[in-house]
């Protein structure tokens, strides 16, 4: 399968399950803490500028945006987690927004899982990560804003980050850095292969 990311749309951006698309193809959500870079891995992997709004303010995204990929499979950006200046109300509401989506939605076919390069993985993406492995095949984890990092500490903080996150055998955890064009080809290939994998499960 070969997207054309020139084809692409932001659909809508819900934050009720009864405003969720109702399409059928494949998708793949990005989930993170606020500011880990979903917006902006989007952007570069769909070769927009602005297409996702992106903020150095944590707490940009506040709805799921859900945008069409050449109709062939669907990005759903999803609002962060673990930003620290919202409410305990506002928690509850984002948090059961995620859940709602996670949950109850049957076109979900991988969960990609984004961490801070630079940092030990926090206890809310332990969470996320446990949740990934009970309800996805496998895993696939990208080590975001890695142009910050010399290539040395990256390979220490690689290890660091499946070692918190209890990697398995057959998971994947790759650098990503919106400075890096061989991000997006990596993207593509672990994504594309993600629905695949979904589409030739046997039908039983
Ligand atoms: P929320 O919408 O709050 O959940 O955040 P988000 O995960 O969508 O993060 P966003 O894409 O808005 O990026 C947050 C900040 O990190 C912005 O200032 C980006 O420019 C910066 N950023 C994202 N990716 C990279 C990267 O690969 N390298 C560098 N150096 N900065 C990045
Ligand atoms: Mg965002």
């Known amino acids: 399968m070969k997207?054309?990311?020139?084809?692409?749309?932001?659909?809508i951006s819900a934050v009720h399950k009864t405003q969720y698309p109702n399409t059928s193809m494949p998708e793949i959500a990005l989930v993170g803490r606020s500011n880990v870079g979903k917006s902006s891995m989007i952007n570069k992997v769909l070769n927009?500028?602005?297409?996702?709004?992106?903020?150095g303010t944590p707490g940009k995204t506040v709805t799921i945006n859900f945008y069409d990929v050449d109709?062939?499979?669907?990005?759903v950006d999803l609002p962060g987690y673990g930003y620290a200046a919202r409410s305990k109300g506002e928690v509850e509401s984002w948090g059961k927004m995620i859940n709602d989506y996670l949950e109850g939605r049957p076109q979900l076919c991988q969960v990609v899982q984004l961490v801070d390069s630079r940092h030990k993985p926090s206890k809310e993406?332990?969470?996320m990560q446990e949740w990934i492995?009970?309800?996805c095949a496998y895993s696939?984890?990208?080590?975001?804003?890695?142009?910050?990092?010399?290539?040395?500490?990256?390979?220490?903080?690689?290890?660091?980050?499946?070692?918190?996150?209890?990697?398995?055998d057959g998971d994947v955890l790759i650098?990503?850095?919106?400075?890096?064009?061989?991000?997006?080809?990596?993207?593509?290939?672990?994504?594309?292969?993600?629905?695949?994998?979904?589409?030739?499960?046997?039908?039983?």
């Open 133 to 135: 492995q009970e309800y």
């Open 125 to 127: 993406d332990v969470a």
């Open 71 to 75: 109709n062939q499979l669907m990005l």
């Open 48 to 55: 927009r500028k602005s297409l996702a709004r992106v903020s």
């Open 140 to 168: 696939v984890v990208f080590a975001t804003k890695s142009d910050k990092l010399s290539k040395k500490q990256l390979a220490e903080s690689l290890d660091l980050i499946a070692d918190t996150l209890s990697l398995r």
């Open 3 to 11: 997207v054309n990311t020139n084809r692409v749309k932001l659909l």
């Open 175 to 204: 650098p990503f850095s919106v400075k890096d064009n061989e991000s997006v080809t990596n993207f593509w290939d672990y994504v594309e292969g993600c629905v695949l994998d979904d589409e030739e499960e046997p039908e039983v």
